[in-house]
């Protein structure tokens, strides 16, 4: 070969190394850990990443989190405002991406570099805001990556345009359920949100169902395609199998432009070996769409006035009377007696007139499980929620007024008018911590006890207002109210009283 082709040859290898060795940006998943308006020791504003326990205890973080942590295979990511002087501020992590740098290849090529890129956001009053001390932070969870992190202020770009990462998704599962023969299901999610659940066994016959996606399952089911890159996973998984266990086969067929992420692959349901940090995401949220799918197919929205009629909960909406049928859903919506509530279920006509209600999902009031500022005005406990304060309500609510400027963690529902905006807070459990040794008693027979300083969930008050039921570590049972304490003290400005006034 000629010394200048030679050359020329040499260079195009060069540079073409170097544009292959460039990856596309990616984006990476998130679950979200802790998030609100008080962080633990009110911390100075800082980024942090965090990759062992100690860290994360170093933080004040360990007893805020929810959720497991596998050190071995996630980080987690914090980020701090530092102290503000008034409600309204805010600080979350919005995106996160991963990018393999591009670098001029030396012979010999050196290691790959990585670069990932968190981005912030923060947010500040935009109008009067509560006067209260508030330290806003925010802590998620990642898969771990090589490669520094590198956190940015603002609004985070748009995605690179990859392309559409998939057209359609398959999952294709033969379950037992005990019996002899399995159930055959087929769950097909297309790119337009469109999905089908086929459904069927050699004893049964089942109706079909489509739905839809929402648009927060369609973004957890494209970050899953991506992660998982079925394309590059064989067929059928190279995973050893116990030999006692009975075959329900799977296989998953994603479409797509990309070839990385287009492809099939099959195996035993359930053991994905080293490929399970791939698959089982993508499965998981595919099971998901078709769960929910499931318990609302049939149903129907129903709104109306809650009524105790012989002992059943019953909506009266209008001349129709809905008799509330599964028992857990009954014992909910029992508390809201009086109240306009939303259901979701399935109605069938009942014998004695009326309808049976099998209630799949309560739609209004909405579950509230969090902590909350408490505030008092004209003797009546109010809380901090969405944005602004709201009356509370139920027995338990009473209780809060012992905590006026202090946080309290309960859980609840809030009910929201036709506006969408919210009425009340209904209180259903409060978080206290007993003051002192307590004997925990029902119908005067022992049945468990409180240490001080333990913190128990309040469930019921009595009558008289002078006895609680709570659950603890050490049982179940009624003690006296001023052997409790409820709410966490918050420092608060002087003019707290004046902020208030007229929300």
């Not at 000629?2 to 990616?26: D, E, I, K, N």
């Not at 100075?44 to 004040?60: D, F, K, M, S, Y």
């Not at 740098?101 to 990585?114: G, R």
């Not at 040794?437 to 469930?459: A, H, I, K, N």
Request: charged share 20%; proline share 8%; with cysteine.
């Amino acid at each position: 070969m000629h010394p200048l082709t030679r050359g020329a040859a040499l260079a195009c290898a060069l540079f073409g190394a170097l544009a292959t060795g460039a990856f596309a940006q990616q984006d990476v998943p998130f679950t979200t850990l802790a998030q609100g308006n008080f962080a633990p020791g009110s911390p100075p504003a800082g980024r942090h990443v965090i990759t062992n326990e100690q860290e994360l205890r170093a933080l004040n973080l360990d007893q805020a989190i929810g959720g497991p942590i596998d050190w071995s295979s996630e980080t987690v990511l914090a980020v701090f405002m530092g102290t503000q002087s008034s409600g309204g501020y805010g600080i979350s992590i919005d995106r996160i991406t991963h990018e393999q740098l591009a670098t001029i290849l030396p012979v010999p090529a050196p290691p790959p570099a990585y670069l990932n890129t968190v981005y912030v956001s923060e947010r500040t009053p935009s109008g009067p805001a509560i006067s209260v001390i508030t330290s806003p932070f925010h802590v998620v969870k990642i898969r771990s990556l090589p490669g520094g992190f590198s956190f940015q202020a603002g609004a985070p770009p748009p995605p690179p345009p990859v392309g559409q990462p998939f057209r359609e998704v398959k999952l294709h599962t033969q379950i037992y359920d005990g019996g002899q023969w399995p159930w055959t299901s087929d769950v097909v999610v297309e790119a337009n949100g469109d999905v089908s659940v086929l459904r069927s066994h050699p004893t049964a016959l089942v109706m079909p169902i489509y739905g839809q996606a929402s648009a927060a399952e369609l973004r957890q089911l494209t970050d899953a395609v991506r992660g998982a890159r079925v394309g590059t996973l064989p067929n059928p998984l190279d995973v050893v199998i116990p030999m006692h266990l009975i075959a329900e086969p799977f296989s998953l067929t994603v479409s797509s432009p990309i070839p990385a992420l287009a492809g099939e692959t099959s195996g035993q349901y359930g053991y994905y070996g080293q490929y399970d940090a791939k698959l089982r995401p993508l499965i998981s949220v595919i099971e998901s769409i078709k769960a929910r799918l499931m318990a609302e197919f049939g149903t129907r929205a129903i709104s109306g006035r809650v009524r105790i009629s012989a002992g059943q909960v019953v909506i009266q909406d209008g001349g129709e009377r809905y008799a509330v049928s599964n028992a857990d859903q009954a014992s909910i919506l029992r508390k809201f007696r009086g109240r306009t509530v939303e259901v979701r279920g399935r109605a069938s006509q009942a014998p004695g007139g009326g309808y049976d209600l099998e209630v799949a999902r309560i739609v209004n009031p909405e579950p509230v499980d969090q902590g909350l500022m408490v505030y008092l005005e004209n003797n009546d406990a109010k809380v901090f929620y969405d944005g602004a304060t709201r009356i509370t309500e139920g027995r338990l609510a009473r209780l809060l007024r012992d905590a006026d400027g202090e946080r309290v963690t309960l859980k609840g529902y809030a009910f929201r008018d036709g506006a969408g905006e919210v009425e009340s807070v209904f209180v259903d459990q409060v978080r206290g911590t007993a003051l002192r040794f307590s004997s925990l008693r029902v119908s005067g027979q022992w049945t468990g006890y409180v240490r001080p300083g333990e913190q128990v969930w309040v469930q019921q008050l009595s009558r008289t207002g002078r006895y609680v039921r709570v659950e603890g570590a050490n049982g179940s049972g009624y003690l006296r109210v001023n052997a409790l304490r409820i709410g966490e003290p918050v420092p608060l400005h002087s003019g707290l009283s004046g902020a208030l006034a007229g929300n």
